[in-house]
């Protein structure tokens, strides 16, 4: 069974600065997926980055990127130059990369603030 | 894009009552999911569902059950309602046969409250 941990329950940016939210996670597989989900305050939850843990480059999207390491099974997401928007919950998930889609186990969330 | 649709924003019922929360998607995603969330325990699987008929447990079933008759719309059943089951419920679709994607897709959410 995988397990996520998201450490930091809830954290405080001010906009334009950068901040970064750690996510843990312990599993035996070797080849799975990592995502970094999104609930802005209007509950509807969106992708912002994916991660395939067989490529050693780090994702980035604009703003958004992660620093994957697979041997301490850590995967942080760095938000740069914050801004209102990115006020949310974010959560940490994890897939197996099975034959068929497979389920997410999602860690407890982290609650970022970003402020003027 | 795709569109996953909830038939409720919000819902309230009674102790007892037997409660139907529908999802719809319209990608003909063969994979759905239902989740419970609740603040300090992030997302939790309460069943899936790979195809028209099929259903497996998630991993806290208990108290729910759910009907996939046709491949876009997935319910999940509250045969008796506790104010325990008072919480957030997420329905999610992904295409089980592009992996390359492997994104969930969510509903914006159900909030149940049992009184």
């Known amino acids: 069974a995988q397990t996520v941990t998201q450490s930091q329950p809830e954290m405080s940016v001010q906009e334009a600065e950068t901040v970064t939210l750690s996510c843990t996670y312990d599993?035996?597989?070797?080849?799975?997926?990592l995502f970094w989900y999104k609930q802005p305050p209007s509950r509807q939850m969106i992708l912002v980055i994916r991660q395939e843990a067989y490529k050693q480059q780090n994702a980035t999207e604009n703003r958004f990127s992660v620093n994957f390491q697979k041997a301490a099974k850590s995967f942080s997401l760095k938000i740069s130059d914050s801004q209102l928007g990115d006020t949310a919950m974010y959560f940490c998930?994890?897939?197996?990369?099975?034959?068929?889609?497979?389920?997410?186990?999602f860690g407890t969330g982290t609650r970022l603030q970003v402020t003027l | 894009d795709v569109k996953v649709t909830q038939s409720s924003r919000y819902l309230v019922k009674r102790t007892g009552e037997k409660v139907f929360l529908e999802c719809v998607q319209d990608m003909d995603h063969e994979n759905m999911f239902w989740y419970r969330q609740d603040p300090g325990l992030g997302l939790r699987l309460i069943y899936f569902s790979y195809d028209v008929k099929m259903k497996e447990k998630g991993d806290i079933p208990e108290g729910y059950s759910v009907s996939r008759e046709k491949k876009e719309r997935f319910s999940l059943i509250l045969e008796s309602a506790s104010t325990n089951q008072t919480s957030m419920y997420l329905c999610a679709s992904i295409n089980g046969w592009d992996k390359y994607y492997n994104e969930q897709f969510f509903g914006p959410g159900t909030r149940l409250t049992v009184l």
């Open positions: 998930a994890f897939m197996p990369n099975t034959g068929t889609a497979s389920k997410l186990t």
């Open positions: 599993t035996s597989e070797n080849n799975y997926y």
